[in-house]
């Protein structure tokens, strides 16, 4: 973890941080627009530069953003600061998130979950998850699908920037999710493309059981 740390932070000091986007996912903004997602306590985890808790927040969320990097929670800071919203940032690890006083109605997990390479971290993560919701609270976790044919083989895959990464299945994530949620809507999106590179993700909307 303190390898990928400095991984993380080097890169948003170089503004090299492949994942960040201005661009809010249409099935997040889809997810708030047609009211499936109301206004509440909400948490982003590996939030990085804050574009998404900023967007929350500007839609009526109060927001908590969590990431390793201090970096970047110093640039979502600034971000929320230039966009005039209220945001609370965080430099936290996901195994510390029990710390947190608060529980929410909404928790997003944007491409943080494949970041969690062993199994028994990756059941670990998902009950804490489950604990932090309040009852009838939501979950969006999209993280990389073994559909995704770049990077090598196999579900554990070093990734262009460094960093170790887990490729599931859809069934892999069902058995994973289904003690502790349940499972509103499951498909495959694309988060990238080019000629030479497609990347793919299990996107699953959740309710606390």
């Given at each position: 973890?303190?390898?990928?740390?400095?991984?993380?932070?080097s890169l948003y000091k170089k503004d090299k941080a492949p994942w960040t986007s201005n661009d809010i996912p249409t099935e997040l903004s889809n997810l708030i627009k047609d009211k499936i997602i109301l206004p509440c306590n909400a948490l982003?985890?590996?939030?990085?530069?804050?574009?998404?808790?900023?967007?929350?927040?500007s839609n009526?969320?109060?927001?908590?953003g969590i990431?390793?990097?201090?970096?970047?929670?110093?640039r979502a800071k600034q971000n929320a600061k230039n966009a005039k919203v209220s945001c609370k940032f965080l430099v936290m690890d996901y195994k510390n998130l029990n710390e947190l006083k608060d529980k929410f109605g909404f928790i997003l997990d944007w491409?943080?979950?494949?970041g969690i390479i062993k199994e028994a971290d990756r059941k670990t993560y998902v009950r804490i998850i489950n604990n932090i919701l309040n009852e009838g609270g939501k979950y969006l976790s999209v993280s990389f699908s073994d559909q995704t044919k770049c990077w090598g083989y196999g579900k554990i895959?070093?990734?262009?920037?460094?960093?170790?990464?887990?490729?599931?299945?859809k069934e892999k994530l069902e058995k994973l999710?289904?003690?502790?949620?349940?499972?509103?809507?499951?498909?495959?999106?694309q988060l990238s493309s080019n000629k030479e590179e497609k990347v793919f993700a299990n996107y699953f909307l959740m309710e606390k059981l």
């Open positions: 973890m303190m390898k990928d740390k400095f991984i993380y932070d982003d985890i590996g939030c990085g530069e804050g574009h998404y808790p900023i967007y929350l927040a009526g969320f109060k927001v908590t990431d390793i990097s201090k970096e970047a929670i110093n491409r943080f979950l494949h895959r070093k990734t262009p920037v460094g960093t170790l990464c887990y490729f599931a299945s999710f289904r003690p502790h949620f349940k499972i509103l809507d499951e498909k495959i999106i």
